[in-house]
């Protein structure tokens, strides 16, 4: 069954806080093969709260994540990430579209700091093929 186009523009409750550590960003970077010196994180760190609002926002509309492709990421930054942050996301359901049988679903999520301020923007595009495709 098609993804319900209504959901294009409807916000989901902000993840719970996210306590950002040198740790942390240890470990995603050790990962990814390389290593952490200090500093920033990586450009691609905050994928780890746009993933759990992501995860959210599938359980909340009952779309199994087997049936996901990821099919692009981007990240827009005000600021770097840092340690020290802590960060909230927010994802919207930006775009809704259903092609030969899947759904194409655009969603962006609002990086804040504990402030409230905008740190960073992500975008995902999610190619859902449902149980009926």
């Given at each position: 069954?098609p993804?319900?186009?209504?959901?294009?523009?409807?916000?989901?409750?902000?993840?719970?806080?996210?306590?950002?550590?040198?740790e942390g960003?240890?470990?995603?970077?050790?990962?990814?093969?390389?290593?952490?010196?200090?500093?920033?994180?990586?450009?691609?760190?905050?994928i780890?709260?746009?993933?759990?609002?992501?995860?959210?926002?599938?359980?909340?509309e009952?779309?199994?994540?087997?049936?996901?492709?990821?099919?692009?990421q981007?990240?827009?930054?005000?600021?770097?990430?840092?340690?020290?942050?802590?960060?909230?996301?927010?994802?919207?359901?930006s775009?809704?579209?259903?092609?030969?049988?899947?759904?194409?679903?655009?969603?962006?999520?609002?990086?804040?700091?504990?402030?409230?301020?905008?740190v960073?923007?992500?975008?995902?595009?999610?190619?859902?093929?449902g149980?009926?495709?």
């Amino acid at each position: 069954m098609p993804v319900d186009q209504s959901l294009v523009g409807r916000s989901f409750p902000p993840t719970p806080a996210f306590a950002v550590t040198e740790e942390g960003v240890a470990a995603f970077v050790a990962t990814t093969g390389g290593e952490y010196a200090g500093g920033p994180a990586p450009a691609t760190y905050p994928i780890v709260l746009a993933f759990d609002a992501m995860n959210a926002f599938l359980q909340s509309e009952q779309v199994e994540l087997h049936r996901i492709v990821h099919g692009e990421q981007r990240f827009g930054y005000e600021r770097p990430v840092v340690p020290g942050d802590v960060l909230t996301a927010t994802l919207t359901v930006s775009s809704l579209r259903q092609i030969g049988g899947a759904d194409i679903i655009g969603t962006t999520s609002a990086i804040t700091d504990a402030d409230g301020t905008l740190v960073c923007t992500t975008s995902a595009t999610l190619v859902h093929k449902g149980a009926d495709a």
